[in-house]
């Protein structure tokens, strides 16, 4: 299987950090090949110790998130969507690392959410793999091995967006359903895609509550397919029982509006008129929240399958 | 069993529309004593057909939301906490009802989210129970028994807060895990805690989306426990595996922001330290959303018992 | 002239810290009689030194911002307009007082918006006017006197409205153009109306940064106008030269959008269409922030009256 | 005095639709130097008749607001400000553009605020310069000459930003101070600021409530200034009397707090401790809404730069 290392593969020995279409793709790889991408962790590798001082780690790298990418997906044009079947994580080191940030965070004042109060002071979290596979700090955290991506994205058309950000081409959804075994959908707004993928989590709670969720390097294996012709506007995942659509804005209220009226629109594919669609959810849909902490928030909103393919009745 | 009709013991012969301890109580009630209260539905009974016009409907009403109570708890004191055993629920009749309003609903425009399109139609869904014991609507709107009380609350002190409102002594929360099984806890404000329930809930997904649930009139068995001396600031849930909080306000990430800094101070009291809870969540909470319709938005922050109760490394 | 004492003239001696039709008029009141209503300050005349503790004064009081009412207005019937002028606001003493206070304030977390910084300490500040007539803190704090009321209100139909809270009958908007000279028109929900002032302020900026202006007692003299049979949904202004509308909501683009909403059905009533009044005030109207510290944000949108009664082109 | 033509040279002819350091700079400027800046309208000039399907025309441009720039400032560094002195502003054309769109606007569903409803019809209007010099479209819509340009940046690190979004750098804030006579600071972020305008608009009221001003072609001219070493991190602005602070962000509370925030921080630079700037711009701050319907909202924050200067009491 052919291994996508960016450190080796980009013109500047360099990650991305935004999703654009403007730097040269790292790599061509075709619809139907199983490829693995080495991803480095969100501080991009240079927090390795409790005694780290954020501010230092901070102003050593370029950016939040580095990205693997971009990678251009063969035959894939502006108007299609992207299907990524998320085959396997493995971790590329054996710790994880979480911090508290003074400025970053769903309970600290942050660069949008300004306060006068006195900042809380930065607290570095580290985690090992301990003999059971857990990723142990403490024993009282510690915690199972269920990693995903917190980063995943096509370029947009024109702008370049920081890898903090989740938007419509997916970004940075922090979302804990971007795992092995489910298939993200993501619209192809430039062609060849310029595929981005980073920022795996070993762990992350509904939320990300306080920024940092058990940040890993990674090696992520995926397999692309392209649907020609179709367009979505938001990320859709699919998991073996559920459709789900990612919605990402500020305020909240408005990534949930998002997140359902992008599952209605799936629905009205499999025959529902749009109404009967709003209903129905509001009776069977669930809706959580992937991020409170980032640029735009994350709400995911899903369906059973076999309710939104009208199977329902039959089979229930 | 003592069951507590409003019709026949309250002075008006009629629902409170207010949450508050302005009016007589219905009952007295001993911790301790199962009770059933008979709850009307969101409509008042109103809504009996499909072509029923909804403000016709409206204008025969007080409000919406009507509620049984307020019940008088015996031994509950301001600044004490109400907890709520919710026992079981039965439907009070053979039939659900939901519709889509033109301006109420996650995905139209409302009373504070104004804009100046044409408003949806109204469209009325009458589901009756079939021999599966199935809400039946048509072949593809057809959902399972899984009934909760819309709204569960205590008085506040000097306000009367409509019952369509969630705020921090429960209230319209639309919260699915307000169940038989669970446990609720209110803060208690007055003395009597002025206990109102009602609003109940064939079914209902995550978010509310269109505003209306799968509306019931019921029987609601409960049983009342007091904590003496224990204050809570905001509604707290119990399932048999998760300890749950609720957080109710505008925008939603408020709400979220409630929720888990409620569930943070609760883990407090089985000894972490508050950074270390804030950083457990982010790895292991979960964060769903109750209502994105209601005048304010409910977001339910959830942790696993064992481990909020730091009995996880141990058996995990 | 008629002067309204409450401490005199309630039954319990006490202002009222809600509005609602609960309690029993204090005063009945003919429209186009002038009266004068005495209000006490935000904090219940009892803070008093810059040495005083907010915690302790604030256990004293029975809430926050103590209204004189409810003035029952003869005539006013549920459905009707009430046209408040106000015609004159005298200080009630020498002083007036300000503080920044640890969990309420636009700038601090608070009850909704919670975090886990240390809370700011609280901060006192008083003002005494000087010989200039400006209200003296020292060289750089020192204000002109700009009085206005903090709270005007109707009572809602079924609600007791906490004094804190701004809404659509009014309510604690913090409006600084809720002063002398204009009138302000608030909806009539029951027979009376049950009329609120209190929470006098010296002077305020826009959106009350820090959550409490230069918060005075005072002496309020109005007139009350009837528009039988006129149903309006949220407060209007209107000032010599402008009519202007206030919405109170969150998040605060939900107040905007009220404000403007009502601005352009305002318009109406002068022949405007309701889109031709849409574009209209795209280029001409004005949205200032009233409070951003409240349990609502207010904002009030403003348009010229020439402009709005179409005398535009002729005159200009 | 040079003319900076953008169709002319930048390299592809066209305007740009991003504010970043990726394009070539189209000219380079030295501070002091006056230049005039030939922008285009928000439409590209391809909205020319009320005939026109706004459709049709966004299929034919790149995408809303082309720019003129970047322009490369000589001397600038990152870690600088900028200051661009606003000359003058001449129309382009004799005609100005607004249009009312289905899907953009502070009053109907949008990318972002989604919603059922059935889309509001499209709608444009034209204006054209009467003999008084106004911009004159019926008897009633009718609007004086107050030109200013509703974008201004410098451009970001390593994003692209679309030529729709206000942020740090500035960009869509469609701001009306910012307008000739004032001074816009910007903070720099890339060596040669990489400076960018356009989307002039002949007047706009606050908050652009339909989403389109009155759209207009022109020829903008400035002057630079650089302040070394000296790192900002929002927009301010500097009329002769105000100093002013723009805040971009959703929800719209978080765009009062930035810009309040900001101007907090500005105050201390003339001596002010941060608690007393907090207590002294709730007495006298202003804080009006620049656009409530772009991507970010954009909130001003002012105060007089007397009071700010602490000359406030020895001359008033």
Redesign the interface.
Known sequence: MRIIDQKKLSASGEYS??F?S?PEPVARVNPGEEIALLTEDAFAGLLTSETDVLEVVQKKR??PNPQTGPVYIEGAKAGDTLKVHILNIEPGRDWAV?C?HKSF?????NK?????????KD?V?FYRFNKEG?LYHN??????WKPFMGTIATAP??????ALTPFENGGNMDCPDVKPGNIVWLPVSVDGAYFFTGDCHA????????????EISAKVTLKFEIIKGKKITWPRIESPDEYMTVGS??????A???A??EL?EWMTEFG?D???A????????????AN?VDTN?S?V?KVSKKFAE?Q???I?
């Not at 965070?105 to 004042?109: D, E, F, I, K, N």
């Not at 024993?139 to 199972?144: A, I």
Request: charged share 20%.
């Open positions: 950090y935004v654009s403007y370029r950016g979480s508290i965070g769903g309970l600290t004042p949008f959410t300004r306060m006068i109060n006195v900042p809380v607290k979290y857990m024993d009282f955290l510690c915690f199972p058309d024109m702008e370049a967006v920081s762990i992350q709670g509904e939320g990300e509550l306080c920024g940092t969720a058990l804005a500020r305020p909240m209220e408005d949930a509006r998002i359902y009226a209605i529902w749009r109404l009967d709003y209903q129905a959810l509001t009776q069977t849909g669930k809706l959580y929240c409170m928030y709400m909103a009208r329902h009745y039959i229930q």
